[in-house]
């Protein structure tokens, strides 16, 4: 069974770093795309970036760019979703996905979501 | 960039026909998804590459995409269908998935 399991919620003040993860099993983690999405409280998705595990190649939205670091360790299954300094404007839920089948395909799988809140 | 365009809503009555359209500029030769979202949950894939319903989505979910629209058809709307919709492409051109701004559905 394919899963997708994200780390757990956090609490941070603006200006802190953050990384959070992102688990896949059931599947081979290294040849599937990984995306990441974020959805600011009451508001839509929005595609953040996208990683392949097998080689690290990264595709960033433009809206991110700069921002954040997505990064994967294939031999751990694991990707990360990382930031440097961290603005109030960041709180939201950040989901990571992955294909159905194979790329380009719709994102079958999904993570529970990681929520990030950040308040001083 | 390429853009998605969703209505913020759309409301229908139990047992009657809703339909979700997503307009973009030649989205007919892209291949669109469809995602439903309810509350406090993941979204869910219901509609792959225009029409095609992974395992477990009912059949009277179905999408269509032609020209400058893609549309998601719930047939026989129930309470349950009650959520917000998103539509997606990848962007070819510019490498970058897009998502359109999701439309609340109502069940009247």
């Known amino acids: 069974e394919v899963q997708l399991v994200q780390s757990g919620a956090e609490v941070k003040k603006p200006g802190d770093s953050l990384k959070i993860s992102c688990k896949g099993s059931?599947?081979?983690?290294?040849?599937?795309?990984i995306a990441w999405v974020r959805q600011m409280p009451g508001k839509g998705l929005e595609w953040m970036g996208t990683i392949y595990p097998a080689d690290s190649d990264t595709r960033y939205s433009p809206s991110f760019q700069g921002q954040v670091t997505i990064s994967a360790d294939k031999s751990i299954s694991t990707a990360y979703l990382q930031w440097r300094s961290l603005k109030a404007s960041d709180t939201a839920m950040y989901y990571c996905a992955r294909h159905l089948a194979a790329a380009g395909t719709g994102w079958g799988y999904w993570g529970l979501g990681t929520l990030v809140i950040v308040s001083s | 960039s390429y853009v998605l365009t969703q209505p913020p809503s759309v409301s229908v009555a139990p047992g009657k026909t809703a339909r979700i359209t997503c307009g973009g500029n030649?989205?007919?030769?892209?291949?669109v998804h469809w995602y439903q979202q309810k509350p406090g949950q993941a979204p869910v894939l219901v509609i792959s590459y225009d029409s095609d319903r992974p395992s477990g989505i009912p059949e009277r979910l179905s999408g269509s995409n032609s020209e400058n629209t893609a549309t998601l058809t719930i047939s026989r709307v129930e309470a349950g269908d009650e959520a917000d919709y998103y539509c997606?492409?990848?962007?070819?051109?510019?490498?970058?998935?897009?998502f359109g701004g999701g439309t609340k559905l109502t069940v009247l």
């Open positions: 030649n989205i007919g030769s892209k291949g």
């Open positions: 059931g599947y081979a983690f290294s040849s599937y795309w």
């Open positions: 997606q492409v990848w962007d070819s051109s510019s490498d970058h998935w897009v």
